[in-house]
């Protein structure tokens, strides 16, 4: 994993830079998201493995799947993937590049487990607390566990805080 990741980072890097200089980071991000779930697929993967298809087919066959709302760099750089033989690092990139989107943005994903059910005031002192804290906008996502005796666990990224 930590392999592909580092494979990945120049083309996520290359990717988040273009997006920010055209102003289409949602644009980009939606269909690199998009790409990276096709190609997570097991038998994507195996097809992209494949030495029998060309690789230009291969993005050809990302891009059908994807759809019409692909402006002609995101077309460019999944060429650029195909050509470099990296078209099954789509899930690596596209993770990667919505983490420098939200880094550009200030935005965090936050996930709140409880032992009870938060009440929608509850939510929000939380996610105002949380950021202040985090010095980011907080979408917070709350899910209840009754297997906890107490408290809250709340994950982002490789945070986690148990209270």
């Given at each position: 994993?930590?392999?592909?990741?580092?494979?990945?980072?120049?083309?996520?890097?290359?990717?988040?830079?273009?997006?920010?200089?055209?102003?289409?980071?949602?644009?980009?991000s939606e269909?690199?998201?998009?790409?990276?779930?096709?190609?997570?697929?097991?038998?994507?993967?195996?097809?992209?493995?494949?030495?029998?298809?060309?690789?230009?087919?291969?993005?050809?066959?990302?891009?059908?799947?994807?759809?019409?709302?692909?402006?002609?760099?995101?077309?460019n750089f999944?060429?650029?993937?195909?050509?470099?033989?990296?078209?099954?690092?789509?899930?690596?990139?596209?993770?990667?590049?919505?983490?420098?989107?939200?880094?550009?943005?200030?935005?965090?994903?936050?996930?709140?487990?409880?032992?009870?059910?938060?009440?929608?005031e509850q939510?929000?002192?939380?996610?105002?607390?949380?950021?202040?804290?985090?010095?980011?906008?907080?979408?917070?996502?709350?899910?209840?566990?009754?297997?906890?005796?107490?408290?809250?666990?709340?994950?982002?990224?490789?945070?986690?805080?148990?209270?």
């Open positions: 994993m930590a392999q592909l990741r580092t494979l990945a980072r120049p083309y996520a890097k290359a990717a988040f830079s273009a997006a920010q200089d055209q102003k289409q980071l949602a644009e980009w269909v690199l998201t998009v790409a990276g779930q096709i190609t997570a697929n097991e038998d994507i993967r195996q097809l992209l493995a494949s030495p029998g298809t060309e690789e230009q087919k291969k993005a050809e066959m990302i891009l059908e799947c994807v759809g019409d709302n692909v402006t002609e760099s995101v077309r999944l060429m650029i993937l195909a050509k470099n033989r990296r078209l099954s690092l789509l899930p690596e990139i596209a993770a990667l590049f919505n983490t420098y989107r939200a880094d550009f943005e200030r935005t965090v994903d936050i996930e709140v487990t409880s032992a009870y059910e938060l009440t929608d939510q929000q002192k939380l996610a105002q607390a949380l950021s202040t804290k985090l010095e980011r906008q907080v979408s917070l996502a709350a899910s209840m566990d009754k297997s906890l005796i107490g408290g809250v666990i709340v994950r982002t990224g490789d945070m986690v805080i148990d209270a």
